[in-house]
């Protein structure tokens, strides 16, 4: 008889970054995920605390997709002693190639800013890893098809431990990963996409799994109905119209691509005025030429793809950025992060937050500790690059843009799936949420659930 397959989550449990978790298989012992811990200090302070296992003792890290709270620890983990295969898909290879070193960069950047302003508590701010540490670590990367069987290598019986990716949506390259040993399989959803998703093709359902972990982000809600194309025109044409600046944060990958096609969209029909549109983050210039090269994985034609590009001005270098800050309105700036964690888009909100002629447009989840997520409760000021920048520009919160599934789709892809004594744990998602999660998911589909707590161990 085999020892039963272990799983032990060590990230992204009563909190919706940081995913990490540990399958030992027959002796070999796979990481899913390698994510950043964002949000609030208690939480990011776990990216400097000692990794769960020793990172010499793990035999590959499979990646569901190239968000950094799914993938930006990589480079802290090779530079700390794991040497072997990082398995991903081929597009989530070549976005691991513009995200960790940029990430990389951001981190050394703010490093350098804290210790010349003086605002940090320690006399020299030292990075979580550098941009050589992210290049380093990219040399592990292996990437491998979707739908195609990947050998984990053989455990103590000689079988093989096995990875499947499947697709999820959400963003291009994302996807749900089987792990399957001596016949017992292990389903991670990752992040799933929407059914109605506007950029991204749906996730594929659910298969049959002894032990499913899924996602729960928004697993205590449903989107509006609203169309998103319209919640967008609507916020943008009032702000435009009394002249104020409309600033997007938005992730370099999925969501800045998603806000190009609507607003290509929109100008074709004229449903919005002919206001300058600025993309000032050069990786999402670079993420956004990768999708042409994959129209397998998502929805854009070839006329919106040439409209994506010609409807905004791409915005690269430091110098062109930093006078977009003295240009005034009316126009619309589109920039890194997407929850204000970090980049240029910090500049253009200490420039122009504090007239309230101008907008802030929230267009996804803000993890709460993230300026993103105080502004959602309210926040008249930020604390940006150690001084507190009042806050009074409209904030508006679109909720019909989020690239999670809500509680229906997540019931939705959980149902084909469904067979007698499968197990489903949840991660990924704040405790109210997820907890709402398992109760519909027990009431309707009558499955084992649990809400993942940090560190605990589940056997298959």
């Known amino acids: 008889m085999s020892e039963p397959m272990r799983v032990q989550l060590w990230g992204a449990v009563g909190t919706v970054t940081g995913s990490r978790t540990i399958v030992e298989a027959d002796g070999r012992r796979v990481l899913v995920d390698c994510g950043l811990f964002q949000g609030y200090k208690q939480l990011r302070l776990r990216n400097r605390a000692p990794f769960a296992v020793d990172p010499h003792s793990i035999d590959a890290v499979v990646l569901t997709h190239a968000h950094l709270d799914h993938s930006g620890y990589l480079p802290a983990l090779v530079r700390d002693g794991f040497h072997g295969p990082v398995f991903c898909t081929p597009a989530t290879a070549e976005l691991l190639g513009l995200l960790l070193p940029d990430s990389g960069y951001l981190l050394e950047e703010e490093a350098r800013f804290a210790q010349r302003k003086r605002y940090s508590k320690h006399e020299k701010p030292t990075p979580l890893y550098t941009v050589a540490d992210a290049e380093r670590a990219l040399e592990s990367v292996v990437a491998r098809p979707f739908d195609t069987e990947i050998d984990l290598g053989a455990g103590h019986a000689g079988v093989d431990v096995t990875c499947r990716f499947v697709s999820a949506g959400h963003i291009l390259g994302a996807a749900q990963a089987r792990i399957t040993s001596h016949g017992r399989t292990v389903h991670f959803s990752g992040d799933l996409g929407r059914d109605d998703d506007p950029l991204m093709r749906p996730p594929a359902p659910l298969e049959p799994a002894d032990l499913v972990i899924a996602e729960s982000t928004y697993g205590d809600r449903l989107h509006p109905e609203a169309d998103p194309e319209t919640e967008l025109g609507e916020a943008i044409s009032r702000v435009t119209a009394r002249g104020g600046v409309v600033i997007i944060p938005a992730f370099a990958v999925g969501r800045a691509q998603a806000l190009l096609l609507l607003l290509a969209r929109l100008r074709r029909r004229n449903a919005i005025s002919a206001v300058p549109i600025f993309l000032n983050s050069p990786m999402a210039v670079d993420a956004t030429a990768l999708y042409r090269a994959?129209?397998?994985?998502?929805?854009?034609?070839?006329?919106?793809?040439?409209?994506?590009?010609?409807?905004?001005?791409?915005?690269?270098?430091?110098?062109?950025?930093?006078?977009?800050?003295?240009?005034?309105?009316?126009?619309?700036?589109?920039?890194?992060?997407?929850?204000?964690?970090?980049?240029?888009?910090?500049?253009?909100?200490?420039?122009?937050?504090?007239?309230?002629?101008n907008a802030i447009l929230l267009t996804g989840y803000q993890a709460p500790g993230t300026r993103g997520g105080a502004l959602v409760a309210g926040a008249d000021e930020l604390r940006i690059f150690g001084r507190d920048v009042p806050i009074r520009a409209e904030v508006v919160q679109l909720q019909s843009m989020s690239a999670h599934a809500d509680a229906d789709g997540i019931l939705r892809w959980l149902a084909p799936g469904v067979r007698a004594g499968m197990r489903v744990a949840l991660n990924h998602g704040e405790p109210g949420s997820a907890d709402a999660l398992r109760l519909r998911i027990e009431r309707e589909l009558g499955v084992d659930v649990i809400v993942a707590e940090q560190g605990q161990t589940l056997e298959v």
């Open 294 to 357: 994959r129209p397998d994985e998502h929805r854009i034609d070839e006329l919106d793809y040439s409209e994506m590009y010609s409807t905004a001005t791409l915005v690269s270098s430091v110098d062109d950025s930093k006078l977009l800050n003295l240009r005034g309105g009316p126009m619309i700036i589109i920039s890194a992060s997407g929850m204000l964690t970090g980049g240029r888009v910090l500049h253009h909100i200490a420039a122009y937050g504090d007239d309230p002629r």
